[in-house]
């Protein structure tokens, strides 16, 4: 168990000394804001913003980011932008995307990673695992899926960094290709995609109505993600 550890350990060290010391100036790549992310997605899914608190911001300090629920219209039912209630009231639960980015790196501004940050916020991770999607655009690719408690709320989360043309899963991939990007593309711009619901039934089936939701969606997020 030592071993592990300590390799985990010094490598996170050697990232953050050698981008202190690659500290050439980036300049962001030109991208849409995703704020631009149409709250219409697919003609199936009906979205509205959900704001970041102050003091996340300030913990995160991204560049740009996203936070929304998107819903599902149900046949027979209200418009899905009049259904954004709390999952015990509605049919259908709403899938949360958040992305996280960051224009550079350098400056002690990086990923959160939610395996530290969701039992902060008391989540208790009850299981972990990458699996690899397959995803429109960019094909098959790998991520964490994590399922969380608290008191009686349980959630599917599927996330993974998205960095420079990268979906990686791993956390000490994603230090590790950092540094070396920095090193070789003068490139530390990165994102953090977390896409959530509400496990209402199973976790199978909320695994199923999440990638629904990211298969409609990733065409549009791709293109605001760094590429």
Known sequence: MRRPFLTAVILLLTANLALAWLSRAEQPRPRPPLADLPLGVAERWSGRDVALDARAHAILKVSDYVLRAYVPPVDGGAPAKERLAPPDEQQVAPVYLYVGYYDTQRNGATYHSPKNCLPGSGW?????????????????????????????????????????????????????????????RNRTDGALVRVSTPILGTPEDAHAHALAFLADAWPLLVARLPS
């Open 124 to 184: 208790q991770l009850t299981e972990s695992g990458e699996e690899d999607l397959s995803l429109p655009v960019s094909g098959r690719i790998t991520v964490n899926r994590v399922v969380i408690e608290k008191e009686l709320d349980r959630q599917l989360v599927l996330y993974w960094y998205q960095d420079r043309g990268r979906s990686v899963a791993s956390e000490y991939s994603a230090k590790f290709y950092l540094v070396w990007d920095a090193m070789t």
